[in-house]
């Protein structure tokens, strides 16, 4: 029993997102700007929320589980003032689900105050943290961002620069940071950048987030993306950038753009609606099937259900309504509940679907617990064959870098063929996006992490020796 992630538990999830922003005018206060930034970023953490602000005397900061609006009411939110500040949404499975683990961690110590938030996981986190303990630094959380925090607190009397490079060349993983330290907003992202953070622009001040939605949201500008292995330092006098590593590699998650970013984001020039109209567009290329309708599953599936019906002539229509109100922490009593949740969140219109031969769309099969119930609420509404397209290759692999995947043995594309997941989801026929298709939909440069779908790595993972190494795809 416990929270059923929205679509009947079948989805990955992202871990995080991380929101920053800094005034070079002191009088401002940009909480509330923080508060309406984390808002957008909320698709990308349900469990807890927080925000740490300096005013030029003290830090200080907030943070509880739940959403976003639930936790910071006005009061709360009052408490919080400041020209610099530092927010975070989190859903995790990298240390459990406490308020321990909200964030962004807060250090003090004689030099200062320093706040992270982290998007992403850390693959030596566990080797880094007993480092820590045997030199006498305490955690209070199982969080391996707080290994984060404290690994840029022991450095800090090298001055900031040095303490976060000495950091940040110390820790492997993925990593998409906006720290606030007493006079500064730094924002940094991995090699590979594979989490993505992008900077933006207020009118007297500098903003940091996940995706460039929440700059949008705040009436910001945005600048660029911050580049793999880059760090960003804004203070009141400037905006400093330097490059930590030279062995840069981008790599950003694909999965980024399948499903978890907004589809009003742009990641690294690619706009993620585009490149899902583009999706839907490949996969009628690559498996076109007679039907007289296309529908998506939303939200996702929608833009590539437009491209799927422009590139095939096959009309498209609205199918499937989401319930607004079911959230990801939606609670499922039991199994068998948890399973019937799909027709909770997702329903069918009758009258569009019956007696057609039916395309549906969805972004991606995890464990096939959502496409086996949709497949039967479209039968059960008239549909005479039902088709499922799928705009991302087979999930087969786990995720090492910030997303919760189920275990391997429970990703229905891990041991089954094509045709064996159609039968047990009950479809007529289903056909993935391959694996080149994705990358042309991405922008046929390459530069992405495919690891989920290819057990191909960017970079070595705990306990798989897989880099390199390729499921046959
Ligand atoms: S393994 Fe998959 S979900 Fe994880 S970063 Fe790579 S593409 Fe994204």
């Not at 929205?6 to 800094?22: S, T």
């Not at 469990?47 to 005397?57: F, R, V």
């Not at 309504?321 to 009593?333: D, E, L, M, N, Q």
Request: proline share 4%.
């Amino acid at each position: 029993m416990g929270p059923i992630p929205g679509d009947g538990d079948d989805k990955l999830y992202e871990e995080c997102g991380v929101f920053g922003i800094f005034s070079q005018n002191t009088q401002r206060d940009v909480v509330p700007l923080v508060y309406y930034g984390l808002f957008s970023l909320q698709h990308r953490g349900q469990e807890s929320a927080g925000i740490a602000a300096i005013n030029g005397e003290a830090m200080d900061s907030r943070k509880g589980m739940g959403l976003v609006g639930e936790f910071f009411t006005p009061d709360v939110l009052g408490q919080l003032k400041g020209y610099g500040a530092v927010g975070h949404v989190r859903y995790s499975t990298a240390g459990s689900s406490s308020i321990e683990n909200a964030q962004p961690f807060v250090s003090r110590f004689k030099l200062g105050s320093i706040a992270v938030a982290h998007n992403g996981t850390l693959t030596n986190a566990d080797v880094v943290r007993e480092l820590l303990e045997d030199a006498g630094v305490g955690f209070i959380s199982s969080s391996d961002s707080e290994v984060i925090v404290n690994l840029i607190a022991k450095n800090y009397r090298k001055g900031l620069e040095k303490a976060l490079t000495d950091t940040i060349q110390f820790i492997k993983g993925s990593y998409a940071l906006v720290v606030l330290t007493d006079n500064a907003l730094v924002g940094a992202r991995d090699p590979n950048g594979i989490r993505p953070l992008c900077l933006g622009k207020t009118e007297d001040g500098w903003i940091l987030a996940s995706e460039s939605c929440a700059i949008d949201a705040v009436g910001g500008e945005f600048v660029r993306d911050v580049e793999p292995g880059e760090v960003v330092i804004i203070t009141k006098e400037q905006v400093l950038s330097f490059s930590f590593s030279e062995k840069t590699r981008r790599a950003v998650c694909s999965f980024e753009y399948v499903y978890f970013a907004r589809p009003d984001s742009v990641i690294d020039g690619v706009d993620v609606y585009e490149s899902r109209i583009r999706a839907g567009e490949i996969l009628g290329r690559e498996s076109a099937v007679a039907a007289d309708l296309v529908i998506g599953v939303p939200d996702s599936g929608v833009p590539a259900a437009i491209g799927y019906g422009r590139a095939t002539g096959t009309p498209y229509g609205l199918g499937i309504v989401k319930s607004k109100y079911v959230g990801r922490t939606f609670i499922a009593p039991d199994q068998s509940l948890r399973e019937r949740a799909v027709s909770v969140k997702h329903n069918v219109i009758h009258s569009e679907i019956k007696g057609k031969r039916v395309v549906v769309i969805d972004d991606s099969i995890v464990r096939g617990t959502t496409s086996r119930r949709l497949v039967a609420i479209l039968r059960k509404a008239g549909a005479r064959e039902v088709h499922i397209r799928v705009c991302s290759p087979p999930v087969r692999c786990p995720c090492y870098f910030g997303i919760d995947t189920p275990h391997r043995k429970d990703l229905i594309s891990n041991g089954n063929s094509v045709s064996e997941l159609c039968e047990a989801i009950g479809a007529d026929s289903l056909a993935f996006i391959s694996v080149e298709g994705l990358l042309e939909a991405l922008d046929g440069m390459g530069g992405y992490c495919l690891g989920c779908f290819t057990g191909e790595y960017p970079m070595p993972v705990p306990g798989e020796d897989r880099e390199g190494m390729s499921d046959g795809l």
